[in-house]
């Protein structure tokens, strides 16, 4: 690839696409921005940029289901990461439709568009796929060491706060594994079905017309700009701004469940070597850190970074409400050899120094707590 490219990022204005833009930028990319700026996420701002986008970029107010602006956007472009999407787990189970049409007919527009009226140009798409898609991550059998598909949880076995998935036919629990690229997808959400359709649609649109296209999966992503305002989005964000506003955050299941917490700058450099490794060519990889961590440790380690004073005040110990919602999965962290072996990538950032990063970030923001809301409108639609 050319020193110096044209690139388009979708979604660019939101939390990961910013800072992609960044690392473009810093690599003498030239980068277009195309965000329609989901007040969901940015809040109202009358069609202006969020102050921590890259003044050295372009950027164009759009939205991925409006066809003739997205044409618009696509001139001239070379490559195009696609991150623009709407990202609430549960929220995608009721506003199904909203979701399907921003998700996957937003990537139906803009494969749509590269193949018939952009194919002379662009040479190369990155798109954001999800962990989500794995539903439930590996599990081996403690007692053969061998990978199980563990039997669904049952409400009735949730009802009875029993949380670890069983061996099939058996009482015991199977043992969480690294999750590699090869796991059975299963997605248990609209949101993880929306992404699996984006990967899928990305790898064989690019394997059909030759462009060499790469779908990363990212595992759960946390670090600054993350929208605190957003009771749909990452934990971390929602942990945070409960601490901020003087309040416990609410823990589901018994908070015992894992996952693997990524730094959004180490994304930012997965998308890059996304971009400059061939041998990623056509294939999906996981990006996250092999590591996994407990919900109920990430809220402990907030706890401790926010307000150290108070790390044993009984009002901000994480509530533990036992309730859990449809289509959580109990563990999955990443087996990230694929990523090492075909990109070098390396997660360079440790949970604490990343978990500062976030802190410093969000003790500047005014944090609206809408996580009494959103449970609001689960336990509505009977989804917790
Ligand atoms: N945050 C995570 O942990 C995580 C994990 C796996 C995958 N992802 C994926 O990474 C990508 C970025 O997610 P994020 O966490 O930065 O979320 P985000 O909400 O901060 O960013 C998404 C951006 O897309 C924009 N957008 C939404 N709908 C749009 C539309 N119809 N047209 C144009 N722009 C639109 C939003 O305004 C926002 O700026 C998404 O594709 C998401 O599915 C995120």
């Excluded at 965000?35 to 921590?52: F, I, M, N, S």
Aim: with cysteine.
């Amino acid at each position: 690839m050319s020193s110096s490219l044209h690139i388009l990022v979708t979604g660019g204005a939101g939390f990961i696409g910013s800072f992609i833009v960044d690392a473009l930028v810093e690599k003498g990319h030239r980068v277009r921005v195309f965000d329609c700026l989901d007040p969901q996420v940015h809040g109202e701002r009358d069609g202006k940029a969020p102050e921590y986008l890259s003044r050295d970029a372009e950027f164009v107010l759009g939205d991925v289901r409006d066809v003739e602006a997205l044409d618009k956007a696509m001139d001239g472009i070379d490559v195009v990461f696609h991150e623009a999407a709407a990202v609430g787990v549960a929220q995608s189970m009721y506003a199904i439709r909203a979701y399907t049409e921003a998700n996957t007919m937003g990537t139906a527009n803009l494969l749509e568009l590269i193949v018939n009226k952009h194919r002379d140009h662009v040479r190369r798409m990155i798109v954001a796929s999800s962990m989500s898609i794995y539903g439930e991550g590996r599990y081996v059998d403690p007692a053969t060491n061998q990978f199980v598909v563990p039997a669904q949880r049952t409400t009735r076995q949730l009802d009875s706060g029993d949380w670890e998935p069983r061996i099939q036919g058996t009482d015991r629990p199977a043992q969480p594994a690294p999750c590699d690229e090869m796991k059975p997808l299963e997605p248990t959400s609209i949101y993880a079905i929306n992404k699996r359709d984006q990967e899928e649609m990305f790898l064989s649109v690019g394997r059909a017309y030759g462009i060499p296209a790469v779908a990363l999966r990212y595992f759960n992503v946390y670090g600054s700009r993350q929208a605190l305002s957003n009771p749909y989005t990452g934990v971390g964000a929602i942990f945070s701004s409960c601490y901020l506003n003087g309040r416990a955050p609410r823990v589901f299941e018994d908070g015992l469940q894992t996952r693997d917490f990524i730094h959004v700058t180490d994304i930012a450099r997965a998308n890059v070597l996304a971009l400059e490794r061939s041998e990623a060519d056509y294939e999906a990889i996981n990006v996250g850190t092999g590591r996994p961590t407990s919900v109920l440790g990430l809220a402990k380690m907030l706890l401790a970074k926010l307000h150290p004073d108070r790390v044993e005040d009984p009002e901000l110990q994480p509530k533990i409400v036992g309730r859990f919602r449809a289509g959580d999965i109990r563990h999955c962290y990443g087996d990230i050899s694929k990523a090492r072996r075909l990109m070098g990538f390396e997660p360079a950032v440790r949970l604490e120094d990343g978990i500062a990063e976030l802190i410093e970030w969000v003790r500047k923001q005014e944090a609206k707590d809408l996580s009494d809301q959103a449970l609001k409108e689960l336990s509505q639609r009977r989804l917790v």
